[in-house]
């Protein structure tokens, strides 16, 4: 059994695996200790480099055929500009590599080694000969565009920048696209993990991860000072991840070059001498050394320690897995524990921010945050509004929220969209955006369930998480040039970022723990119901760690604003009502006589649980009420996926299902009553505020109608028991002129206080003046620490 095979073969290490593990921990922790005792060499920032010219260095190990097909390319790029230069670095080759470039190209530097020193030896040596200040280093595998180097030069007249990579393309293109230069890198399960990002709209200068060792400037005295490629990670791969992490640790940038070409015949080299399981197996052996160099803070590097040996446990169990560390890796790298601590050490010591900031940094919205030129009070604000749910059509409350908010704010302000849809087809109607806002864009949200049961995380948090929507968000934000991020809805918040001088804003159409709390005890079941409490416990520890990262949180309601204080009494300045929740009335024709008597609307999605919820309580104990005073009474369900009526037993023949309507107001204005028998969540309901603007008088319970109505009768009759719910419903069909009153005073309550242009107003000031806020702040902490 291969299961069995792998396990006895493995048993040794897997026994000790946890000891030398344990060893490296206290190692780390041992030379963090002693250099937190050695007093900080800063020294004097490094002068901007010249960018006229650049020294181009290619490491070659035996690839005589490659340099024969691809250094004339070089050549012909440098030809312009006789200060640059060409660096043949030879590793020891011995398919006459040397003696072909000596011949073939005597305009071209040639540095023999008489060992091979790798790839990093290779480079190291290059960079140490060359005469410019800037380093082109190429693969022996790379043909270059003819006017690859002068963008690739630009952006060093700024002395912050470390490295700037090409865009890569296959030589052959009908192989798919693996790398493109655009590199991410982030921290998942206790370990770096890095791509290339495949993204055509990225088309000007723009952070990355780190700069690819064979497609890549670099600024040759930090390349220096860091120490170039780290023998450390011998034979090949993640030493150019180690020096882009190590720059942006040290302060410095990297940035991505769209407008230098280059392409790549992938592996050329290492691909042809190695077997992929070799290469394999460095790279999970470096990838552990990266992290025991590179991860200072204890949070993350506990967390790896746990990973790894977690891992390379499933690795026995289930075989290797793409990006799993095993116990082989595990013993390779403790086998350089020394190398890797010395590397350590001098990593502590060059390292002026810590993992976190390095990690944020190479994001867009970061980079934009940290380094951008802003003017201190921004003119008409650019606002990034960001939705887990298609716009248009606005099916429900919260689409019709967020569509005429966008109406009125693209009036006052730049505003750009990224929203997710379910389905292909929403895009056709959701380009409608792209009719009044700056941009949109979107992305189709893969389906099925999210995984991690047992998971602290809330369900609704781990829908909407997703890697290529936090890389949308950030390339806008960077591309845009946004000034405040506009969240909606908490599953967004984990989107909010920590910024200095952008605005992270989020509406709460509800609030979600609460939301949840109110429908506990009205589950279908007991497993539906445990599984409900859970969420909530969940919910309630989530909501409250987000929101005061927020710079603005709006809620609906005054209602809703002093139930986040009893929890949360410091966020007092951040949490604002009246600014989102409402309607255009003008779009509602009013219409409070010439209904069908005796019928009843209710109105929403059987997609949302508190609407599943108020249909069946209201037909179940509430309608036969109303049929026993009016027989000919009926109700009226308007909503996509409504259930079938003969689950509703006797009370079915009253029921009408119409289903999703394509525009809400023709029901509106055309039935006698409208009911919203709503137990469960919260927020405003936009339900509500459509019957008040359209003339259709509304009997609702308490917190159906919370945020709205606090007085039965004032503008909506109020009830929380199915009697009494009833005996307003049947009052109302009995006196149409006192409905139709009622109708009038709600409609005057709409049209003063909950008017979507007027409260858009409201919006857009308050962004203005948080982004002007922030903005002074920043630069006062920038001053204060110029100064010391």
Known sequence: MPFLRRFLRSLPLLVLSPLLLAFAALTFAAIDLLRRMVPARHGAALPACSNAAASVVIPNWNGRDLLEKYLPSV???????????????????????????????????????????????????????????????????????????????????????????????????????????LTQGWWQDGSIRVRHRIDPAVDELFPCFY???GSCAFDRRKFLELGGFDPLLRPFYLEDTDLGYLAWKRGWKVLYQPRSIVYHEHRGTIGKRFAEDQIQAVLKKNFLLFCWKNVHEWGRLTSHFFFTWAGAVLSVIFGDGQGRPNLAAVWKAFLQLPEAARSRWRALGLARIGDTEALR???????????????????????????????????????????????????????????????????????????????????????????GLGSLTPR??????????????????????????????????????????????????????????????????????????????????????????????????????????SFLPDIAPKLRDGMRAGIDTSRYDFRPCGREPLTMLFVGSFR????????????????????????????????????????????????????????????????????????????????????????????????????????????????????????RVLALFEDPEAAAAMARRARSEVEANWDMAVITRRLAASYQALAGEKRKRAAAVTAASGNA
């Open 75 to 181: 050549i012909a790029a440098l030809a312009g500009n006789p200060a640059s230069e060409i660096i043949v670095v030879d590793n020891g080759s011995s398919d006459g590599s040397a003696e072909f470039v000596r011949g073939a190209f005597p305009g071209v530097r040639l540095l023999e080694l008489p060992v091979n020193l790798g790839f990093g030896g290779g480079s190291n040596e290059g960079f140490r000969a060359a005469r410019n200040d800037i380093v082109v280093l190429l693969n022996s595998d790379m043909r270059v565009a003819p006017d690859f180097l002068a963008p690739l030069l630009e952006p060093f007249h700024d002395p912050g920048v470390f490295a700037v990579s090409c865009q890569i393309f296959f030589s052959d293109p009908a192989k798919v696209r693996e790398e493109s230069g």
């Open 608 to 727: 949302h649980d508190p609407n599943r919820i108020a249909v069946d309580w209201f037909v179940r104990r509430v309608l036969p009420l109303v049929l026993e005073g009016q027989p000919a009474a009926r109700l009226v369900i308007a909503g996509s996926d409504p259930p079938p009526p003969h689950i509703y037993g006797g009370s079915s023949a009253a029921l009408e299902m119409l289903g999703y309507v394509d525009d809400v107001r023709e029901p509106l204005g055309r039935y006698a009553l409208f009911v919203c028998p709503i137990l469960s969540g919260s927020g405003v309901r936009v339900k509500l505020l459509e019957a008040f603007a359209a003339g259709i008088p509304v009997v609702s319970t308490f917190i159906g109608a919370e945020g709205l109505a606090r007085k039965d009768g004032e503008v909506c009759a109020l009830a929380d028991d199915p009697a009494g719910f009833a005996e």
């Open 361 to 451: 940094r190479p994001l867009g919205g970061y980079y934009r945050d940290r380094f951008a030129p802003m003017e201190p009070s921004p003119g008409p604000v650019r606002v990034l509004f960001v939705s887990p749910y298609p716009i248009c059509p606005p099916v429900h409350g919260g689409g019709v929220f967020m569509y005429q908010t966008l109406r009125e704010l693209a009036k006052l302000a730049e505003v750009h969209v990224v929203e997710l849809l379910d389905l292909a087809e929403q895009e056709k109607d959701n380009q409608e955006l792209r009719d009044f806002c700056a941009s949109a864009e979107w992305i189709i949200r893969p389906s099925g369930m999210p995984k």
């Open 211 to 213: 700069g690819g060792g």
């Open 460 to 565: 609704a948090i781990r829908e909407f998480a997703n890697t290529d929507v936090e890389w949308l968000i950030h390339r806008q934000i960077y591309l845009r040039k946004i000034d405040v991020l506009q969240l909606e809805y908490l599953p967004m918040a984990q989107y909010r970022g920590v910024y200095g001088r952008l605005v992270s804003a989020l509406f709460e159409h509800d609030i979600y723990f609460q939301s949840i709390g109110r429908g506990l005890g009205h589950m279908s079941g007991i497993i539906d119901e445990v599984k409900a409490r859970f969420e909530y416990l969940r919910a309630l520890r989530y909501e409250l760690e987000a929101l005061p990262d927020c710079d603005q949180v709006q809620v609906c309601t005054p209602e809703n604003r002093n139930y986040l204080l």
